[in-house]
């Protein structure tokens, strides 16, 4: 099972589960809320880069920090739940 978080943590932070949602009319898929509430350790309702780190210990740290960058929209050092849902600028830009 958390081979399967790490998996939907991993294309949820490139805009795969989101794109794939909108397409379908739906809102966030039950595993991507599931990924998230998983890789928030400490259920504050956001996820710090550490938690982000920790979730993906395979990936480049300097790789893991340059995608929790792009999804941390506001800059303040976290991911919520909206900028996790939300839509990567170079998906929007491509629809365009």
């Known amino acids: 099972m958390k081979k399967l978080i790490i ?4 294309v949820t932070a490139l805009g ?4 794939m949602a ?3 009319g739906g809102d966030q898929p ?3 809320k599931k990924a998230f509430e998983e890789v928030d350790a400490n259920k ?3 996820i710090s880069l550490d938690e982000f780190k920790a979730a993906l210990p395979k990936l480049d ?3 893991a920090e340059e995608i929790f960058k792009k999804k941390d929209a506001n800059g303040d050092g976290s ?7 939300a839509e990567p600028k170079h ?3 491509a629809a365009k």
């Not at 998996?7 to 991993?10: G, K, P, S, V, Y």
């Not at 795969?16 to 794109?19: D, L, S």
């Open 22 to 24: 909108k397409e379908k």
């Open 61 to 63: 740290p300097a790789k």
């Open 30 to 32: 039950k595993h991507q």
């Open 44 to 46: 504050d309702g956001k």
């Open 7 to 10: 998996a939907i943590l991993a």
């Open 16 to 19: 795969g589960f989101t794109a």
């Open 79 to 85: 991911i919520s739940a909206d900028e996790y849902n």
């Open 91 to 93: 998906k929007k830009e």
